[in-house]
């Protein structure tokens, strides 16, 4: 049945085209889509929930075509663009709203796939999902990671 399929969506593409970075994000649903520029973290798509708590929209709702949310952008490589794609589970633990803050982890994560530490990142992720979110929360706890392979690009880290 159909509704075996229900699922939230959230997606993003990036293309590096000589100083430029195109990029298009979509989200569907109670996810979150930040974008990083440098050294500043932006939510670029908010988590749209229902009337209710826990109600949201899914890709077998009825109304998604007009839910989904896109947004595209270009981006100076120089801003060593990345992106940050989570569901609510995983997104009230590293984001909060009354500071409007990010988790110090979200921008390590993103720097150390900068510099290719991919196996740091793979540790990182399964050890704070398994010992903090997924203890915490009946939610699912989705993150997905893209960052500019910048390498040669010299930005300053900022403090933990």
């Known amino acids: 049945p159909i509704k075996h399929l229900a699922c939230t969506l959230a997606f993003c593409a990036a293309q590096l ?13 109670d996810g979150i889509v930040l974008m990083r520029q440098a050294e500043n973290l932006e939510i670029l798509l908010q988590a749209e929930n229902q009337e ?3 109600q949201t929209w899914f ?24 992106w940050l794609l989570t569901t609510d ?10 500071n409007k803050r990010f988790a110090p982890a979200v921008m390590s994560l993103l720097e150390d ?5 991919v196996g740091n990142v793979k540790r990182v992720l399964q050890s704070v999902l398994r010992d903090s979110l997924a203890p915490r929360t009946h939610d699912d706890c989705t993150i997905a990671l893209l960052q500019v392979d910048s390498r040669t690009r010299r930005v300053q880290r900022r403090a933990s």
């Open 59 to 82: 890709v077998t709702s009825t109304d998604a075509t007009e839910r989904l949310r896109i947004q595209t952008g270009t981006v100076s490589v120089e801003q060593v663009p990345g």
């Open 113 to 117: 796939l900068r510099v290719n530490k």
């Open 89 to 98: 589970g995983a997104a009230s633990m590293l984001y909060s709203k009354r």
């Open 17 to 29: 085209h000589r100083s430029q970075v195109r990029f298009v994000c979509g989200n569907l649903g």
């Open 52 to 54: 209710f708590a826990n």
